[in-house]
């Protein structure tokens, strides 16, 4: 039985194999992996971390762009939850995660949470495993689900500038961010992401 850090080096592994097929027939190559996972909370970190994050490298190298929750040291992204009741369209109707809420550390320093790109997390509808869709509210919404969110805005991005990469993405993602408060006691928690704006900025 292989364990998970196991099975996505195996996967990273074929996606980079599976490009070269693709370049040798002229065809587009995959430029994006998401992968939703806090590595160091697997079972089998300590034996295969190190594998993981060579062939996650080896990916960049190969022009892949890799998103996953590891990045912390390089980008500053927090999950936050829509306000049920509120506008999901409005920066004014999310709250920092759960995690967050009351850790006064968070709040502390306004010019690192003017770095903090905010992802939406629960209360969201994300598509489903069995070609539907699915409402999550009070459950889940964690730093695994900013991943997939971004790697999908980063990816519609890419369909209007091919050759953007991640770094220069997550530039203007924050660039072009919503201030953004706790709906419930007004305070402020960072940036929330505007994949319209994003857009826009990117045509310019």
């Given at each position: ?13 074929k ?12 065809q ?10 806090g ?11 190190a ?37 999901i ?5 999310y709250r ?15 010019e ?16 489903g ?17 900013t991943i ?38 007004k ?11 994003i ?6």
């Amino acid at each position: 039985m292989l364990f998970q850090i196991e099975q996505s080096v195996l996967q990273v592994q074929k996606i980079i194999q599976q490009n070269k097929i693709l370049k040798e027939n002229n065809q587009p190559p995959i430029s994006i992996i998401s992968i939703s996972c806090g590595f160091d909370c697997l079972p089998d970190y300590k034996k295969n971390g190190a594998k993981l994050s060579k062939i996650i490298q080896l990916a960049k190298d190969e022009g892949i762009a890799v998103i996953t929750c590891e990045d912390k040291s390089a980008y500053r992204i927090y999950p936050v939850n829509a306000n049920p009741s509120g506008d999901i369209n409005s920066s004014q109707d999310y709250r920092i995660w759960d995690a967050f809420k009351d850790d006064d550390e968070y709040y502390k320093d306004e010019e690192i949470l003017d770095q903090t790109l905010l992802i939406p997390g629960q209360h969201r509808t994300t598509a489903g495993m069995h070609n539907d869709y699915r409402y999550d509210g009070s459950v889940g919404g964690g730093q695994s689900w900013t991943i997939p969110y971004l790697a999908g805005v980063f990816a519609q991005a890419k369909q209007v500038r091919p050759d953007i990469t991640f770094d220069e993405f997550y530039k203007i993602a924050l660039e072009t961010a919503d201030k953004c408060y706790n709906y419930d006691d007004k305070r402020y928690i960072g940036k929330l992401i505007n994949p319209v704006k994003i857009i826009q900025a990117i045509k310019l």
